[in-house]
């Protein structure tokens, strides 16, 4: 038995939970937008062809925005080829999937797709093979009331409100040499600045993302951030990072550690833009976007999936445990601790593609099992975030000293709900003595299984445990 001790209470107040911590990520990838999220003639699917089933689950799930429409399809893509009639829309090869794009889902689909998902759009502007103007082009569409060639054309093309996406990427991993388009830190960095300050002229509301690394595992991690920000520290708003945890070949002790990897590269985020901040003699902050981030079991990827050029072919469907539950809660967990940095992130990806739901093409759509971690918490986490590190013995991993218990907690002062999130890094059971006598609330103790996480919501209404 594992035994650990934490104390919930307001004055340890790390920042407010920012509903957008609890986003997720659709890609023209695999089968994630085509008999994913996306199926026209599909019993389930409406006139629109959006499957019913599918934005059931998602209401289910909560994700509160979702990136769109890549990833490494982003660094390709041509946004005009996705809006206008249906019929006229040109079939394209896809370079970053190795596949056959047909177009008949593009921006506008997607933004009515998200009203009826009850989730805000975030956008990523191609700055692989394309530049400022078509940038601010997009922009114009989706965010100019009307009067103008572009605007004119979406209200044409069915949608006379603007809209009014306000989290815009500035392209996708462009730190990675598979990137499409990618390039050194001081091309993107300009590059990523011009487009910045001309998309903040057309619309001074949204707000900007920066490419920062695909993964801490990158050689030129930190680097990347400080030379990208030197150019563009002013226009933007956050900077992103990408992390992702392949099991294989891992003890369970080693993989779950994985997220103490997470806490420490989003502090060598905050702290190299800080330094670019105190170089520029700015006082500004910016955030960090955990744009894309999940399990993903990448050591099984097979080549043979992209031998050819197919529509729609299945890519990265990968089968979660209770394992990689438990690992989704833990990051989860390690992003609400940062939620005073981090105020953007998206669980990659939503359907199909390393996701929580799965569709079978005309057949069903189910959850995996790391749905439930995200549905619970996402579904729990108001107010603000409260830093509740367990006392608790630690285990030595490649990625240090890692406790063998892991805590997060949010409290809502308006209606005093407390949502406490505990995971459970050991393979014996655990025992946690939780001391929330600063809320008011009596002292009690959580059981934990071995190898697990679990949300209680202690309070007079729900009593400890629940
Ligand atoms: O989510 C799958 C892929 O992973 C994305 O396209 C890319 O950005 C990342 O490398």
Redesign the pocket.
């Known amino acids: 038995m594992t035994r650990a001790s934490l104390t919930v209470d307001p004055a340890a107040r790390v920042g407010p939970v920012d509903r957008r911590l609890f986003g997720s ?1 659709v ?1 023209h ?1 695999g089968r994630c937008v085509h008999t994913g999220i996306f199926e026209p003639g599909h019993p389930a699917a409406d006139e629109r062809g959006f499957r019913a089933d599918v934005l059931d689950l998602i209401r289910e799930l909560g994700p509160s925005m979702i990136r769109y429409p ?5 660094s390709g893509y041509r946004w005009e080829d996705g809006v206008g009639p249906v019929a006229e829309r040109p079939r394209r090869l896809d370079l ?2 190795h596949a056959v794009e047909p177009n008949t889902f593009g921006t506008d689909e997607f933004v009515a797709w998200c009203r009826a998902a009850a989730v805000e759009p975030m956008l990523a502007v191609n700055l692989g093979t394309r530049g400022v103007q078509e940038a601010v082009d997009l922009l114009e569409y989706c965010n100019h009331p009307g009067g103008t060639r572009l605007s004119d054309q979406r209200r044409a093309n069915g949608s006379p409100d603007p809209h009014d996406v306000r989290v815009w990427c500035l392209g ?2 462009m730190d ?1 040499p ?2 499409i388009g990618h390039r050194s830190a001081a091309e993107y960095g300009a590059l990523a600045g011009r487009t910045a300050r001309a998309m903040k002229m057309l619309d001074p509301r949204i707000e900007l993302v920066a490419c920062g690394s ?2 801490s595992g990158m050689p030129t991690f930190g680097a990347w951030e400080a030379t990208v920000l030197e150019h563009c520290y002013d226009a933007v708003d956050h900077v992103s990072l ?1 992390s ?1 945890y392949d099991p294989t070949g891992k003890s369970v002790g080693e993989f779950l550690a994985g997220a103490a990897d997470l806490d420490r590269a989003i502090d060598a985020v905050v702290a190299t833009a800080d330094h670019v901040g105190a170089r520029l003699r700015s006082r500004r902050r910016l955030g960090v976007s955990v744009d ?1 981030w ?1 399990v ?1 079991y990448y050591s099984a990827w097979d080549p043979e999936a992209v031998a050819e050029w197919r529509e729609a072919g299945p890519l ?1 469907e990968d089968t979660y445990d209770d394992v990689d539950a438990t690992m989704v809660a833990s990051l989860l967990v390690t992003l609400l601790r940062h939620a005073d940095r981090v105020h953007l992130a998206c669980l ?2 939503l359907v199909n ?2 996701a929580p739901i799965r569709t079978e093409p005309g057949g069903r759509a189910w959850k995996q099992s790391i749905f439930e971690p995200f549905a619970a918490i996402a579904g729990a986490a108001r107010g603000d975030v409260l830093d509740v590190r367990p006392r608790v013995a630690t285990y030595e991993s490649e990625s240090g000293d890692v406790p063998l218990v892991d805590a997060t907690a949010t409290y809502d002062e308006a209606s005093g709900a407390v949502a406490l999130v505990l995971v459970n890094r050991s393979t014996e059971p655990a025992e946690v003595a939780v001391d929330a006598r600063a809320l008011g609330l009596a002292t009690f103790d959580v059981r934990l299984d071995p190898v697990s996480w679990r949300l209680v919501r202690p309070g007079p209404a729900a009593p400890p445990g629940s």
């Open positions: 990520f890609e990838m890549g990833g490494n399809f982003v970053a999937w996708n991993e990675g598979w990137q695909s993964n990408h992702y894309e999940n993903w990265i990659a990806q593609v390393i």
